[in-house]
C-alpha cells in the first residue's frame, strides 16, 4: 500500500492532476442535455437511467421521462405501473422502482425537496455512495468522490492496482486518491472528468492511451500493458433456471399477467409461466410430463382460471414445446421454454371476467386514447394485447423475443387462412 500511494504521488502533485483533467475536459466532453443542468432531481434521473445503459441509448428517455415527471412531486404521486411504463424498453426495471420509492420518501418527509448534501441524501432510498456523490458534488459542489466503473478502471489503470476493484479496500483508496486530487472549486467538473475519461478514452478494451490527459503519471501504462487492469475477482456462475412459459392466444392477442409488487420483475407484465429448477431431475425433458404434470404447471402459472377446460382438452394432446431464449439476470440465467395454447378456438370460451383488453372499445364508433388504455392498465392485472400494442406496455426484454416469434407464427396462420 505504501509503496503504491508514493508512486503517484512522485510522478504528479494532486493539483497537477487535477490542471491536466480538468483542461481536458473543458475542451473534450461530449454535449450531453444532463450537464447543461444543476438541478439535483434532473441530475438523479440521469445518474440513474446511465447505470449500465449507454448514453446514446439513455438521452431520449431522459427527455421523455422529465416531460412525463418533471419533478419530484409528479414522480411520487404517480402510480408505479405509471413510472414502469415510461421506463418500458431501458430495461433494469428496478431502477424505476427505486427511484419512485425515493421520490415518495421525500413527498413524505422532506416537502419533496432534495437533500443538499452527501450524507443526507444517503438516508433517500434507492440512493447509493455513487448516486449520492454524484448529486452532491454536481448540483451542490460538495467535494466528495462519484466512483463508477468508469472511475474504478481509470484508477486502477492509473495507479497500477494489483487488488480487485470490488474490494473495500480498493474503493476506499480510490475514495483517498480522488480527494487527494479533486478540485476545491470544480468537485463535480472533476467526478464528471475522471467518468468521461473512462468512457471516451481509458475504454476496456481498446484505450487510447497517446490521447490520455494523464499519460505521462499513468502508472499501469509505464509498466507497459494496461489492459492488466482492472484487477477483477473470479465471478461465480449464474444459476441456470429452466422457465416454461405458457402463451395463451385468442384469435390475433396474446395473454399477460402482472407479476407480484416484489421480487424479480416487480410489478412488470409477463407471459405466465413457472420456473423448473435444476434439483427437479425431469428438468428439460418434458416428454415424461404427464397431462396432470402440465395441468398443474399451468394452474401453477396462470392467474386466471376461465381457461382451465379448454387447456385441460388441449394438453390430452401432444403440444410441442418451442425454444430456447436465454435471458441473463446478475444471479442466474433464465433459459425460456414455452408452449403456445389456443384458448379462443373452442365454444363457450370468453376472456375472462377481467376484461382488459388493450383494444377496448367504448362504443361502435369510438376507441379509448392511448392515454386512458395506459390509465385502465394501471388497474388492472391481466389483459390481453396484439401485435401492434404490446410494445405500449412494461414488458421485460426476456419475453419480447417470444412476441416476435409468436406474432409472425399467428400472421402466417392468418394469410394461410385467407
Known sequence: MG??????????TNSDIADLLLSWYQVKKRDLPWRKT?????????????????VKTVIPYYERFLQRFPNIKKLGESSIEEVLTEWRGLGYYVRARRMWEGAQYLLAQRAGKMPGNYDQLLKVPGIGKYTAGAIASIAFKEKVSAIDGNVLRVMSRLLAWVEPIESIKSYRYFDQRIAAWQSVFDPGDFNQALMELGAIICTPQKPNCLECPLLEVCRGKKQGNVLLYPVKRIKSQRQEVT???????????????????DGLLASLWELPGVEILPEDSREDDFSTFSQADWFRLFQEAVADRSYDGVVQKQLAQVVPLQGPIWYNFSHRRWKILWVCLDVGNYPGTQKGAFESNLNMVKDDANTYTADEQKEHLVECDRCWVTSENFREIPLPVAFRGIFSEVFKEMAHTENKSF
Open 243 to 261: 422457465r416454461l412459459t405458457f402463451v395463451l392466444r385468442q384469435r390475433n392477442e396474446i395473454y399477460l399477467q402482472k407479476r407480484p409488487a
Open 38 to 54: 444543476k438541478d439535483p432531481y434532473t441530475i438523479w434521473v440521469s445518474e440513474v437511467m446511465l447505470q449500465q445503459t449507454q
Open 3 to 12: 509503496a503504491q500511494k508514493k508512486m503517484i504521488q512522485d510522478d504528479s
